[in-house]
């Protein structure tokens, strides 16, 4: 089962936070003596160091140079800007508008030629129609069953389970992860995450039905809502 992508985040925060341990120990620095080349509050160094504090971009530029080591800011800034896009809160994605969020994912989207997406509460965004609310999806669901381009499979409520549902999402090619938790979005890039969910979708793929068999489930739950 993929670890918790919130742990991915913080991980990705240790790992920026150790790189600044380690330059410091180069240079043969305390924290103090750090915090007062860099002109900061003598707690500082220790808060960003155990990962507690998020630096910025000039925080990390003055830490490198203070330890003469300059040349290693740009990555290290690389690197905390891609920690910091990680995990997204919803009410920020979602601050200029739902619009603008949607438009901004349209080119990720056009160039991705393999998608996968896993959903264990709800229809994936691609399936959903404006009658999704009422009753027109499921029905929408068995005309998506024909398209050459889709697999869409089920998951049986009952039969032998080896994998239990969780959290919703989506893998664009094998470049990038994008899970939706209830307050967040996390964003995966490292590969060897990447993989694990990859995994887990064919796992989960095994355990599916397809074809007339979906179908079946599908018309079955359209028969229960009546």
């Known amino acids: ?25 180069d240079a043969e620095l305390t924290g103090l003596e750090l915090a007062q ?14 990962a507690r504090t998020v630096p910025s971009d000039a925080d990390i530029r003055a830490w490198c140079e203070s330890c003469g080591a300059p040349e290693q800011a ?3 800034i ?12 919803w009410k920020r994605i979602h601050r200029t508008g ?27 965004g691609l399936l959903q129609t404006p009658a999704y609310a009422t009753a027109g999806q499921l029905s929408h669901l068995l005309t998506v069953l024909s398209l050459p381009n889709v697999s869409l499979g089920v998951l049986p409520f009952k039969g032998r389970r080896k994998l239990w549902p969780v959290e919703s999402f989506s893998i664009f090619d094998e470049t990038r992860v994008q899970v939706e938790l209830l307050s967040a979005r996390v964003i995966i890039t490292a590969p060897g995450e990447i993989s694990t969910y990859a995994k887990a979708f064919q796992d989960m793929s095994r355990m599916a039905v397809y074809g007339a068999k979906a179908r079946a489930l599908i018309t079955g739950a359209m028969d229960a809502l009546g």
């Open 1 to 25: 089962m993929p670890a918790s992508p919130l742990s991915s985040a913080q991980e990705a925060r240790k790992a920026i936070a150790d790189r600044l341990g380690s330059i410091r120990r």
């Open 37 to 50: 080349r860099c002109g900061w509050h003598a707690s500082k160094s220790s808060r960003i160091e155990n």
């Open 74 to 76: 740009a990555d290290l």
């Open 78 to 89: 690389a690197a905390s800007r891609s920690a910091g896009s990680m995990y997204t809160e």
């Open 98 to 124: 739902m619009r603008r969020t949607q438009e901004a994912i349209v080119p990720l989207y056009e160039r991705t030629r393999h998608m996968r997406v896993y959903c264990s509460a709800v229809v994936p």
